[in-house]
């Protein structure tokens, strides 16, 4: 069982920054999995990012370049690093952890992020 909770969200202007944090009950270097998703009102949740325990980071298209994850082993943590913000970035963001075996996933209860053009 693993517990993970996101802190970090608020509303920021377009071209801003803000850093998320997924915080996790247990190591981290055990999750082989870690990632962020959103999902804005009115569409279905989307990837965002993921790392591997390895370290190993993918992203969607559309965070390329100005999204960036990061895992810190010792504090439990992942962070998502956001910046240029765009006001298409709002939505809710939720932290996934995954464990590859036995096959368990566990999802945070989100942050909201808030955009403003």
């Known amino acids: 069982q693993v517990h993970v909770v996101e802190s970090g969200g608020g509303l920021v202007q377009a071209g801003g920054s803000l850093r998320l944090s997924c915080a996790a009950s247990?190591?981290?270097?055990?999750?082989?999995?870690m990632g962020w998703y959103r999902q804005a009102p009115g569409k279905q949740r989307e990837l965002v990012a993921t790392?591997?325990?390895?370290?190993?980071?993918n992203y969607a298209d559309s965070v390329k370049g100005r999204f960036t994850i990061s895992r810190d082993n010792a504090k439990n943590t992942v962070y998502l690093q956001m910046n240029s913000l765009e006001p298409e970035d709002t939505a809710v963001y939720y932290c996934?952890?995954?464990?590859?075996?036995?096959?368990?996933?566990?999802w945070g209860q989100g942050t909201q992020v808030t955009v403003s053009s």
């Open positions: 790392i591997t325990s390895g370290g190993s980071a």
């Open positions: 247990r190591s981290i270097f055990s999750i082989n999995v």
């Open positions: 996934n952890a995954r464990i590859v075996n036995p096959l368990s996933v566990y």
